[in-house]
């Protein structure tokens, strides 16, 4: 067997649930091969094949490395950290979903109770600052559950303009506003359950309304001390160096699993001029991102690198005695 060193190939694994685009398998499935035993090992892999793995991760929209020398959220930080990709920490982001850091780099994907379903989306497009990768680390598996759907949203939105083009040219021309809701406190009970001051990394409400200016929204303070605020005109649809056009927003897991939005969807979503996204356009984008999705059923060790702009991706309900731990660590917008 040749040494880490002297490896310069990558081997993948094939299993009959991938997808195939474009003659690539989704997700490609990155398996070590090359004998790594240690986390230093496994980073000299990554480093002497960095090249390979970034192109596939170009075509196919995610990697999922299997079988490699990782157990704890610090062999992570390491590993992630071995691709020399700007750290994209939390306290950068608007995201109000609850987290909890292991280290710098390293936090849990999502702390809500294990019965909530999380939605596809593109992690942080409701928020003008969002990452441009995600590094998922399977640290524990749920008994039951628990899978990470991956969806190819630029097969989505191939399929919505050709199904629909009108409203898939609404989405492209007209862009979208969020509207969200910050409690005054924080909610542990609740995926978004993060409080005004957590989500914008503040103490005070002058501090909050100073950096929602800057960054272009606008606001509302509420009788119980919580602040609804509102986007600027944020892109539903983005195009890719490759010309490819991807469905780029948290359409889906707002309509899905913000609270109320189900019942009327204009309370927290709408199009860039205020005008309202007829509710079986959502149904129909909804039902059919199914059909671009695949579950990773995660294995102890497993590290997924999803590309934020090409690949959407949520979390399935789990059960059993088993935590499940799943650990994220973001790279900084490249665009």
């Known amino acids: ?35 790594c035993k240690t986390v230093a090992d496994t980073v ?3 480093r002497a094949n960095q090249a390979e793995l970034e192109a596939k991760l170009a075509d196919t ?3 999922l490395f299997r079988g490699f020398p990782l157990d704890s959220a610090e062999a992570f930080d390491v590993f992630s950290a071995g691709f020399g990709y700007p750290n ?37 497009a409701q928020t003008p600052i969002s990452p441009s990768k995600v590094f998922f680390f399977c640290q524990s598996a749920a008994d039951e559950g628990g899978a990470t759907p991956l ?15 009108s409203l898939a040219n609404d989405f492209k021309e007209k862009g979208l506003k969020y509207t969200t809701a910050m409690p005054a406190a924080d909610d542990a009970n609740s995926g ?50 490759d010309g490819a056009e991807v469905f780029y ?12 939005v189900k019942e009327n969807p204009s309370s927290a979503i709408t199009f860039g001029d205020g005008t309202p996204i007829p509710k079986e356009g959502l149904e129909r984008i909804s039902e059919r ?40 660590a973001l790279v900084a917008s490249d665009r």
Request: glycine fraction near 6%.
């Open 151 to 165: 969806c190819r949203s630029d097969k989505l939105f191939e399929a919505l303009k050709a199904e629909d083009p």
């Open 192 to 241: 978004q359950g993060r409080s005004w001051k957590s989500t914008l990394s503040v103490e005070t409400v002058e501090e909050a309304e100073t950096k929602l200016s800057e960054l272009g929204y606008s606001w509302e303070w509420l009788d119980d001390g919580s602040l609804k605020a509102i986007t600027p005109v944020l892109p539903a649809v983005v195009e890719l160096g």
């Open 88 to 124: 994209f920490t939390y306290q950068e982001s608007l995201s109000n979903a609850v987290r909890i850091n292991f280290t710098e780099r390293v936090f849990t994907a999502n702390e809500a109770p294990k019965d909530i379903e999380i939605f596809l989306h593109h992690e942080m």
């Open 44 to 46: 000299e892999f990554v």
């Open 1 to 35: 067997m040749k040494s880490v060193n002297e490896t310069s190939s990558v081997e993948y694994a094939n299993i009959a649930t991938q997808h195939t685009y474009n003659g690539e398998e989704f997700p490609a499935i990155v398996v070590n091969s090359t004998g």
């Open 289 to 328: 991102a199914e059909t671009f999705t695949f579950d990773i059923e995660w294995q102890d060790g497993d590290v997924a690198i999803v590309d934020n702009y090409r690949t959407m991706h949520g979390r399935r309900p789990y059960g059993g005695d088993r935590k499940r731990v799943v650990l994220v």
């Open 249 to 260: 927003n948290q359409l889906i897991a707002a309509y899905k699993g913000w609270k109320g």
């Open 61 to 63: 929209g995610s990697l």
